[in-house]
């Protein structure tokens, strides 16, 4: 059984696997309607339960087509309308009654030590839907996203994330060690990525590049990336936090500052941290970037599954 949990803990060589066949998937999907299942429906039968304790659009509606789109089916939950949330059932308890209903489990929470006990006591697959800490089926489909615009090995190409150091970012750091590219970052020294993080990146040897600069940053860049400097529950003086991010803004004079055919993406929702002009622009590439998390998440529910080919 194999859990999709953090980037980091996964081997390289199956992210790579999840990305080949989630092209492959795309590619033959071109004539086929919404809900018109994949050849061989090879998840066929098969429960995908999704639970969410934050809100959630994009991860929602492209889980729901991912399994759709597979052949079999899905359910909604939302903690606080569980025992779990509001009557005192224990998390095991709940773990061991989901895993007798379901085949995989998607979770989207405001706990890493949620994630960690779900894992401990489910006995079917659990998906990482977004985490405090990361967000990893956003980072993977995002990497697709850029290898699909960019037709080369992201590897090849020069990234740069301008934000807060986030869920996000931390899978997207991840994501640079496991596909092995350069990555810059622009943040507030304050902001700075956690020690942690930063320890484990050296650990691989891998070297990123943080400057208190966006203009820094962005130089070279063939992707630029960004999020809300504002995350869902994030428990700051919001007012402050966005003051100290002044500088960070993604504006048109600092896009100019990176390559010429550089791309945007941003996994939305948006906040003010990028003008509307960047977002609104053809470098911007955030809709089909979104679009992308159906065919990602297909081979991730299959590799999750013991079904990717
Ligand atoms: N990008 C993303 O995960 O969006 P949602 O919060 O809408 O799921
Ligand atoms: N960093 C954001 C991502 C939203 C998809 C958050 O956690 O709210």
């Known amino acids: ?31 086929l309607s919404t809900l018109e299942p994949d050849k061989g429906s090879p998840l066929n039968g098969k429960l995908l339960i999704q639970m969410f304790e ?19 089916g899905t359910i909604t939950l939302k903690s606080n309308e569980l025992h779990l949330g509001i009557g005192g059932e224990t998390l095991e308890d709940t773990a ?50 850029v290898e699909e615009i960019k037709k080369k090995p992201i590897s090849k190409l020069n990234v740069t994330w301008i934000g807060d150091s986030n869920n996000v970012l931390n899978s997207l750091i991840a994501a640079s060690v496991k596909f092995n590219f350069k990555l810059r970052i622009g943040c507030p020294k304050k902001y700075f990525p956690k020690k942690n993080i930063l320890d484990w990146v050296k650990k691989c040897n891998k070297k990123i590049h943080i400057f208190n600069n966006a203009e820094k940053a962005v130089l ?50 948006r906040g003010s941290e990028v003008e509307e002009k960047v977002f609104s622009s053809n470098r911007s590439k955030v809709w089909q970037q979104a679009q992308n998390r159906v065919h990602v998440q297909k081979s991730i529910l299959l590799y999750c599954f013991g079904k990717l080919r």
Do not use: W
């Open 54 to 72: 934050k809100s959630s659009l994009r991860t929602r509606m492209s889980f729901y087509l991912a399994i759709k789109q597979l052949g079999g």
């Open 96 to 145: 061991k009654i989901l895993s007798t209903y379901g085949d995989g489990f998607m979770l989207r929470t405001d706990s890493d030590k949620k994630i960690e006990n779900f894992k401990k006591y489910l006995s079917i697959p659990l998906i990482n839907g977004l985490s405090p800490s990361s967000h990893p089926t956003q980072i993977l489909s995002d990497i697709f996203t």
């Open 1 to 31: 059984m194999k859990h999709f949990i953090n980037l980091k803990d996964i081997p390289a060589k199956d992210l790579r696997k999840i990305l080949f066949d989630a092209k492959k998937r795309k590619a033959q999907r071109k004539r």
């Open 220 to 269: 070279g860049a063939d992707v630029i990336f960004s999020d809300k400097v504002i995350s869902l529950n994030d428990k700051v003086n919001k007012k402050k936090k966005l003051s100290d991010f002044k500088g960070f803004k993604i504006t048109q004079k600092l896009i100019n500052k990176s390559k010429k055919n550089s791309i945007f993406l941003h996994c939305l929702p």
